[in-house]
């Protein structure tokens, strides 16, 4: 479904004096179809450059990225935009995703219109499926972003990601902002569309219960490498590299 061949990239700044940090180095995995994968590390270990070189947010500065075989590695804006649908995003803050001047209803359309998908009525029929799906009320459109609580916030965005129909979601700490309650019931919801909907999830997360419960493989970064990669509950029962044990005692001991 989706692969990564050897991905790197640095990052240079300072004007009078470079400062060069390599944030990915040499990184490789695959995700099959309806499958997931975790991608473990603390902060600024690299997940979240990874996550924006998928996105062509991003360029890498080498290696390959696949999609159902096709490179899309070097593809230009206009190249890119059938695939763009295709590959979509759940970050860890959903209020900043959403126009705070604008209405729910706006921000799940403006997708649409931006690809050129469907007509008015059409749209509005799109939305009112997905706002089912992930639990939400209709009444929500017509609301502001800062009328409506993170847990619905988030399910807002899934919906939104949804709306293009794509094949893969990475969910980018998609619930380290929300109550234990809540993270519980979007990832649930999450799992419950995977099953429905066919979905490919590249889950980026430093909470290692949460990748066990959730993914099929886990693959650990560090300093902008992947140190260790397998089954979840292989890396987790019998983690080989000392990083790995590092980061599943300090959960088990918390």
């Known amino acids: 479904m989706i692969e990564v061949r050897g991905l790197t990239k640095t990052f240079t700044s300072g004007v009078?004096?470079?400062?060069?940090?390599?944030?990915?180095?040499?990184?490789?995995?695959?995700?099959?179809?309806?499958?997931?994968?975790?991608?473990?590390?603390?902060?600024?270990?690299?997940?979240?450059?990874?996550?924006?070189?998928?996105?062509?947010?991003?360029?890498?500065?080498?290696?390959e990225i696949l999609l159902d075989g096709d490179t899309i590695t070097h593809l230009t804006d206009k190249q890119f935009k059938p695939y763009r649908r295709k590959i979509q995003i759940v970050f860890q803050h959903p209020e900043s995703s959403l126009d705070p001047s604008k209405q729910i209803l706006y921000s799940l359309r403006e997708p649409m219109i931006i690809h050129g998908l469907y007509t008015k009525e059409e749209r509005l029929t799109k939305?009112?499926?997905?706002?089912?799906?992930?639990?939400?009320?209709?009444?929500?459109?017509?609301?502001?972003?800062?009328?409506?609580?993170?847990?619905?916030?988030?399910?807002?965005?899934i919906a939104r990601a949804l709306t293009l129909t794509p094949e893969i979601l990475i969910l980018d700490e998609p619930t380290s902002m929300l109550d234990v309650s809540i993270q519980a019931h979007i990832m649930t919801l999450l799992?419950?569309?995977?099953?429905?909907?066919?979905?490919?999830?590249?889950?980026?997360?430093?909470?290692?219960?949460?990748?066990?419960?959730?993914?099929?493989?886990?693959?650990?970064?560090?300093?902008?490498?992947?140190?260790?990669?397998?089954?979840?509950?292989?890396i987790v029962q019998h983690p080989q590299d000392a990083y790995t044990k590092r980061l599943i005692d300090s959960f088990q001991n918390w």
């Open 127 to 157: 939305i009112q499926e997905l706002l089912h799906l992930v639990g939400v009320s209709e009444k929500l459109l017509t609301r502001y972003p800062h009328q409506i609580s993170g847990g619905e916030a988030q399910r807002i965005m």
């Open 16 to 63: 009078f004096r470079k400062r060069t940090v390599r944030a990915v180095t040499d990184v490789s995995f695959s995700i099959p179809r309806g499958k997931t994968l975790g991608l473990a590390g603390d902060s600024g270990c690299g997940k979240s450059t990874i996550a924006r070189m998928l996105l062509k947010l991003t360029e890498p500065d080498s290696g």
């Open 191 to 234: 799992r419950d569309l995977q099953g429905r909907l066919g979905l490919t999830y590249l889950f980026i997360s430093h909470d290692v219960d949460v990748l066990t419960w959730f993914c099929d493989e886990i693959a650990v970064m560090s300093q902008g490498k992947i140190v260790e990669s397998g089954p979840a509950s292989e």
